[in-house]
């Protein structure tokens, strides 16, 4: 089921068919850093308490990356809200957690668009993370 709606409206948990907790999967691209920090943390614990066992996938920014395109991203209108570090997420309490580096994971097509090869590396880059939501 594809639902179009804000992540922070807590409404849309009940369309949510029941299944078996494994078979659920919450996918947050592109989307979370312009959400309150607070704001997510109460998505992950509406998704914990009530889909564990499900799987949620998300993007988000490092705090480095943050504080050294803040202003690029304010000059869009598009402030930059929600970051996390490797350490924060080990504190969601996932299992099975899976992280990916956005800048190390294809270089090539970072190539493409002008990135600098010296520019891609963890530290620098913002990543995918996928984990199985905990029991709350």
Do not use: C
């Not at 594809?2 to 659920?24: C, G, H, M």
């Not at 996938?57 to 869009?76: G, P, V």
């Amino acid at each position: 089921i594809f639902l179009s709606q804000s992540a922070t409206n807590d409404n849309w948990v009940a369309r949510i068919p029941e299944t078996k907790s494994k078979n659920y999967l919450f996918i947050a691209e592109g989307v979370l850093m312009f959400i309150e920090q607070g704001e997510v943390m109460e998505l992950i614990t509406r998704l914990s308490t009530n889909f564990s066992g499900g799987t949620f996938a998300f993007d988000t920014l490092r705090e480095s990356y943050r504080d050294r395109e803040e202003e690029n991203f304010a000059q869009m209108d598009a402030d930059i809200k929600f970051h996390m570090n490797e350490d924060d997420i080990k504190e969601l309490g996932f299992k099975k957690i899976t992280t990916e580096y956005l800048l190390t994971a294809h270089p090539e097509r970072w190539a493409e668009i002008g990135v600098e090869k010296s520019l891609l590396t963890k530290n620098n880059s913002g990543f995918v993370v996928s984990g199985t939501l905990p029991k709350v």
